[in-house]
């Protein structure tokens, strides 16, 4: 017999009856015959907590996450008079802003380099990739500098992603996500990496994950769409049940987690609903001549994805690139840095880059959206390295934190500057040095969050959501 509750109207069920089945385990996964869990709507985990104080700068954040580490020294903060062993195979060009140079594999980003900030002095502790993820992505230094990245692993007891944050202290248009990853979760060994959710905030405000290839053949978000057997008016009916029950539920809301399944069924139903998520996800709708721009490939039609989830009112988009090689390119180039970076890395991000940042600013969208370029750290220096537990870095370059590149457009940031620079040789900042945890701190100031505020777990225990400061010369 069914587990779940009637969708008819005139249930003759007594009504705690009812409610019970309704919280069963079977009836939350089935709940109105539309697998939610197994759909991957019960990833909609937005919402809006608590208000903003004041008025941001900006109303949404494009991460475009480079995991694996950009090696900076072969970018955008290039070492050309050092040594061989430092300077490596390429050489700088000049791009559109006098005295600012890039690498002469990136000639599109370079015709582009006017709407960037280049920030060439982020640093923290953190020597592998997990603990060093959990760090860019929450701004939080946790455990031992060279902890072995297998052995940590994410947890609800783990800071949130900036994103998770965002989506609970932001507002956003009706029956959109607040947070959106893809095109899938960053895994360095067989569990995810921390600090890609909302952590100890739970699962109402984990990102909505898109795990498929925006890249491949008739991509389609097959979850937002009503099963066959589900008409508009019987879904009509189920939201109805669900709403009947709801002051039953909350008397049964001794738990964070039954709370929070609760909220993650209105918003799946929200979203259901929306044509507006439906069409921001239809990559179908573009031009294919913008298309093949961003290049037909996971990086560039990722990165497209991106930019329509934010034009239609995604507060907070994460496009990842793998932390491993496996089935695609890795910045972590331990082994053949110059022919991975001159084959591989470079040319699908000389094409969605540029792109994207000139198709933003031709729509306006880069005046209240910041993009973000950034990885986990960056790659040493010196070119065979060992300062990791890796000890393969003979043709390559080691995980290297104490001092990286990322870039930064939008949201009122001067453009076609530097801010911070490295030393001679690159190994640590030389002025205007900015932490993970400022970095973070900034972004949130920057939508109109206080990051000193101090926000609760799901046990109501008080956290301070930023131990850095606002790097104010940032912004101007």
């Known amino acids: 017999m069914s587990e779940r509750p009637s969708e008819h109207h005139g249930c003759c069920e007594d009504f705690q009856q009812a409610t019970a089945r309704l919280m069963s385990r079977r009836g939350l996964m089935q709940f109105g015959g539309v697998s939610l869990l197994s759909s991957g ?76 900030c280049v920030v060439r002095s982020v640093h923290h502790r953190m020597l592998c990739h997990n603990p060093a ?15 072995v990245s297998n052995k940590t692993f994410a947890s609800r007891e783990d800071y949130p992603h900036m994103g998770s944050v965002v989506g609970r202290l932001v507002e956003k248009p009706a029956a959109l996500p607040s947070f959106v990853s893809l095109p899938f979760t960053l895994r360095n060994g067989p569990a995810p990496s921390p600090g890609q959710n909302a952590g100890f905030m739970g699962t109402a405000y984990d990102p909505y994950l898109v795990l498929r290839d925006p890249n491949a053949k008739g991509f389609k978000m097959d979850e937002l769409e009503l099963p066959a057997e589900m008409n508009a008016d019987r879904a009509t009916r189920r939201q109805s049940l669900l709403q009947r029950f709801d002051a039953g ?40 001549a913008l298309r093949d721009r961003y290049g037909r490939n996971l990086v560039g ?26 089935d695609e390119p890795s910045w972590d180039t331990h082994l053949n840095n110059f022919p991975r970076l001159k084959k591989e890395l470079l040319p699908p991000t000389d094409l969605a880059l ?22 986990e750290f960056g790659r040493t ?32 940031l001067p453009a076609g500057q530097y801010f911070g620079s490295s030393d001679r040789l690159g190994w640590a900042p030389r002025d205007n040095a900015i932490h993970i945890s400022d970095l973070t701190a900034t972004i949130y100031d920057a ?28 912004f101007g």
């Open 41 to 116: 709507l019960m990833n909609v985990l937005a919402g809006r907590a608590a208000a903003v104080t004041r008025k941001g700068r900006i109303k949404s954040c494009l991460l475009l996450f480079q995991a694996g580490g950009v090696s900076q020294c072969d970018t955008f903060d290039m070492k050309p008079d050092s040594d061989v062993t430092i300077r490596g195979e390429f050489r700088p060009i000049d791009s559109n802003v006098p005295g600012m140079h890039v690498c002469e594999h990136l000639p599109n980003m370079a015709r582009q380099m006017d709407k960037v």
């Open 133 to 147: 993820i959990y760090a860019a992505l929450s701004g939080r230094e946790v455990g031992e500098s060279l902890a």
């Open 249 to 288: 539920i909350r008397r049964l809301e001794e738990t964070a987690s039954v709370e929070s399944m609760g909220e993650n069924y209105r918003r799946a139903y929200a979203l259901l609903d929306s044509n507006a998520t439906r069409k921001a996800f239809d990559l179908s709708q573009e031009d294919d």
């Open 301 to 326: 039609q990722s990165t497209l994805l991106g930019r329509r989830l934010i034009e239609s009112g995604v507060p907070f988009v994460t496009v990842y690139t793998p932390v491993a090689a496996i």
């Open 354 to 375: 540029p792109t994207l940042l000139e198709d933003m600013h031709a729509r306006g969208l880069l005046k209240e959206t910041l993009v973000i370029w950034a990885g």
């Open 381 to 412: 220096p010196l070119i065979g390295a060992r300062r990791s537990n890796n000890s393969n870095n003979v043709t390559g370059r080691d995980h290297w934190p104490g001092c990286y590149t990322i870039l930064m457009a939008g949201g009122g």
């Open 447 to 474: 939508f109109g969050i206080d990051p000193s505020q101090v926000i609760p777990d799901t046990l109501g225990r008080p956290h301070t959501l930023s131990e850095g400061h606002v790097v104010r010369g940032l």
